[in-house]
């Protein structure tokens, strides 16, 4: 059972605007949850995380947001470039055990210049 | 510095064939991990360690042996390769720290035929 979803597998935006990637989690016993992005042919990339005890951790032009009641993550990119075209993957984490990682299946995002 | 090498890049057997697939790290991270990446699957854990001499299963192991006998270094291996094994094939490694990220190599892509 995927413990962590992503429900768009793709979503298209205009360079300069807002670009909203959602996650949605099962299990409330994680810790941390991360972003990471990947383009292709190469790893993923971290991008940002957030604490479970945080609603909100903000990186320049990148905001996690985090709403514990309802199990649901979502990353903010504003203003969206080019750039940010790739696959983002949600992942979530615990702070006892190994650090694994539990990851959603990926949205590409495509930013039209 | 390199970060997390992956050899080889790419990867053809045929069914029965064995291979060993090999990871590199040298940020002195206890932890490394190998994930198989699938199409509409996102990332599965395969195995992991958490430090030189140690292993354990991952939610995707069968198939597959790993082994870390240096702590730069962890093989992942496949003594009969199948079909259902092609993918890419990423190895990561972290601090110890739960939540640290995870550091991805570039992927081999092994296809099975």
């Known amino acids: 059972d995927q413990q962590v979803k992503q429900n768009s597998p793709s979503l298209s935006v205009q360079e300069g605007r807002i670009s909203i990637l959602n996650c949605d989690y099962t299990?409330?016993?994680?810790?941390?949850f991360l972003w990471y992005k990947k383009y292709p042919a190469e790893g993923p990339t971290f991008l940002i995380s957030?604490?479970?005890?945080?609603d909100k951790n903000e990186d320049g032009r990148f905001t996690v947001f985090l709403n514990k009641s309802a199990k649901h993550l979502s990353l903010h990119i504003v203003p969206s470039q080019p750039g940010d075209s790739a696959v983002y993957f949600c992942?979530?984490?615990?702070?006892?055990?190994?650090?694994?990682?539990?990851f959603g299946t990926g949205t590409r995002l495509t930013v039209i210049p | 510095n390199a970060g997390v090498t992956q050899t080889p890049k790419f990867r053809v057997l045929k069914t029965g064939q064995s291979m060993t697939l090999l990871c590199a790290q040298d940020?002195?991270?206890?932890?490394m991990y190998w994930y198989r990446q699938d199409p509409g699957m996102g990332l599965r854990l395969i195995h992991y360690?958490?430090?030189?001499?140690?292993?354990a299963k991952g939610e995707v192991p069968d198939g597959y042996n790993v082994s870390r006998l240096k702590k730069q270094n962890f093989l992942l291996g496949l003594e009969s390769a199948a079909p259902s094994q092609t993918s890419v094939y990423f190895c990561?490694?972290?601090?110890?720290?739960?939540?640290?990220?995870?550091?991805f190599g570039n992927g081999t892509r092994l296809t099975v035929t």
């Open positions: 990561a490694s972290s601090y110890w720290q739960g939540g640290s990220p995870l550091h």
């Open positions: 299990n409330s016993m994680f810790d941390y």
């Open positions: 957030i604490s479970s005890i945080k």
């Open positions: 992942a979530e984490s615990a702070l006892t055990g190994a650090n694994n990682l539990f």
């Open positions: 940020m002195n991270h206890e932890y």
């Open positions: 360690s958490v430090g030189e001499g140690t292993t």
